[in-house]
């Protein structure tokens, strides 16, 4: 069989503060990557903070790192600071033409996230912000009118900046009442149309202080604030079955696949405890408990002791998700020795790797997906997958992106050999992402991954126009073809 099943869903995936713009718009208030600057692969991204003497520090907080912030710290503006966050790619003026755009390549799905300062300014007040909801029904108005399926991100890494500011974010058991709160609006407005739902992106990669709002990101913070994180989502699990019984959960897991450097016994036990750094999060979540080897985790990260109430526990066992979703990017590899990534490693020198860094592998999708399946047995949804690099648009901005088209078709047919051949209960794939945007890690524009390009350079200049490259259309044949014209 060269097609996926049935009802198979195709579409993409964004995060609000990568797409939407319009930071001090609708009410919005601002979130903790408001203050982060753009950056580089040479010259990561910053936060600008300020001391109480007028000292200006810059700790890095994304995705790769996590700087401690003193507590005496203040976020501030710049003028002259570049802030990706404020405009993006203007999703927020544009959303109806890239719906309309992404409806043109046949998505039945779309995966975006909600900003939760959007819904609520500082993430602790009585009533939501009625301009939010209002914005984000018009989306969910808008997909519906072309039969497109919202799959929503509550929390993609990121925090009310009150809220960190305030209680140290996620490192506070307060937050679990404001998240709580958050999910339960959106459950009320949204519940009708919606059916899928995402808790977190990435819970098993975020910390400190841009995703997590923590000024730390030792060990025992880190751990202590996914604890929190945990119960928030499957208290949100439990409300949303109760509010919406045809609804489904899934948190995102980071699982670009982890191969041991060689075949010496070493180096592979070494990969399966490096690699359980991440299982960790989805044992807990998808199968609602803490497993065995918890504590051989937190002693790695340096602290032997999380209080877990049985009150948590319960809340754990009956909020396990329906389905795990994750994003797959890459392959890296480990030694014994080498510290524990819990995204990237080494490099293996059989794959090539993007102008980024990042090795590919298809064939490593499929093995994730199998791991993954054979251990949780729930289905899964891959809601990341793509290919940032540069590209060359003509002067009516059409990029002609074979390298892309083919990195696509080898991840889709490793995917369609894990469904076919494998027997994996796969439900959906949502591509990062279906329009060019402002990149997680280096704050970039360059780093394109879009089937539509967007006239915007890193500094956020240019007309916004957006532009169908020659991907949009081969897409738009796998989707109606439900994957047979890949052969
Ligand atoms: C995922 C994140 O980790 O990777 C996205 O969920 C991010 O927000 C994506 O954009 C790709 O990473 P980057 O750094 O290339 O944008």
Redesign the pocket.
Same mark, same amino acid.
């Given at each position: 069989m060269n097609t996926f099943p049935k009802g198979f869903l195709w579409g993409g995936a964004s995060?609000d503060f990568?797409v939407e713009g319009g930071f001090d718009e609708g009410g919005r208030g601002l979130l903790s990557h408001d203050y982060e600057t753009d950056g580089s692969l040479e010259e990561p991204r910053h936060h600008t903070m300020k001391m109480p003497d007028g000292t200006l520090i810059y700790p890095r907080s994304s995705?790769f790192y996590a700087d401690e912030v003193p507590p005496e710290a203040e976020p501030v503006f710049l003028e002259d600071a570049y802030y990706p966050s404020h405009k993006a790619v203007d999703f927020y003026h544009h959303y109806k033409e890239d719906i309309a755009l992404m409806a043109g390549m046949g998505f039945n799905v779309y995966r975006f996230s909600i900003c939760w300062s959007r819904i609520y300014p500082n993430g602790e007040e009585e009533q939501p912000n009625k301009e939010g909801l209002s914005f984000y029904r018009n989306v969910i108005n808008e997909l519906k009118k072309y039969g497109m399926e919202p799959l929503i991100t509550i929390c993609?890494?990121e925090m009310p900046m009150n809220l960190a500011l305030k209680y140290d974010g996620w490192s506070s058991r307060y937050l679990i009442d404001c998240y709580l709160k958050y999910c339960k609006t959106l459950f009320e407005h949204f519940g009708q149309d919606c059916k899928y739902w995402l808790t977190f992106?990435?819970i098993n990669?975020v910390k400190g202080f841009g995703p997590c709002g923590t000024r730390k990101s030792d060990g025992h913070v880190r751990y202590l604030a996914a604890h929190h994180m945990f119960v928030a989502s499957a208290k949100a699990v439990i409300l949303g079955h109760e509010m919406m019984p045809d609804a489904k959960f899934g948190t995102?897991y980071?699982m670009s696949e982890l191969y041991p450097a060689s075949c010496k016994s070493e180096d592979v036990f070494h990969a399966l405890l490096e690699r359980r750094e991440n299982w960790y999060f989805i044992d807990i979540m998808a199968r609602g408990y803490y497993p065995s080897y918890a504590k051989q985790i937190w002693k790695h990260h340096g602290f032997d002791h999380l209080e877990i109430s049985d009150e948590d526990k319960d809340i754990l066992k009956r909020g396990q998700l329906d389905f795990v979703s994750f994003?797959y %990017?890459r392959s890296n590899i480990t030694q014994a020795g080498d510290p524990w990534f819990n995204?990237g490693g080494s490099i293996n020198p059989y794959l090539e790797t993007t102008p980024?860094g990042w090795p590919i592998d298809p064939l490593g999708l499929r093995h994730v997906m199998n791991t993954i399946y054979d251990r949780i047995q729930k289905p899964l949804f891959i809601v990341?997958n793509?290919l940032?690099v540069i590209d060359q648009a003509d002067e009516n901005g059409y990029v002609e992106d074979d390298y892309r088209i083919e990195y696509l078709k080898d991840h889709f047919k490793a995917m369609r050999d894990a469904i076919n051949e494998d027997g994996v209960d796969c439900i959906g794939y949502t591509m990062?992402?279906p329009i060019d945007?402002?990149?997680?890690?280096?704050g970039e524009m360059k780093?394109r %991954?879009g089937f539509i390009y967007v006239d915007m350079n890193d500094k956020g200049e240019g007309s916004l126009k957006r532009t169908p490259k020659k991907s949009y259309y081969w897409m738009k044949e796998v989707i109606s073809s439900n994957g047979s014209s890949i052969d």
């Open positions: 995060a990568q995705f993609h890494d992106n990435e990669a995102m980071a994003s %990017y995204v980024w990341e793509g940032g990062w992402a945007l402002v990149s997680l890690s280096t780093k %991954y």
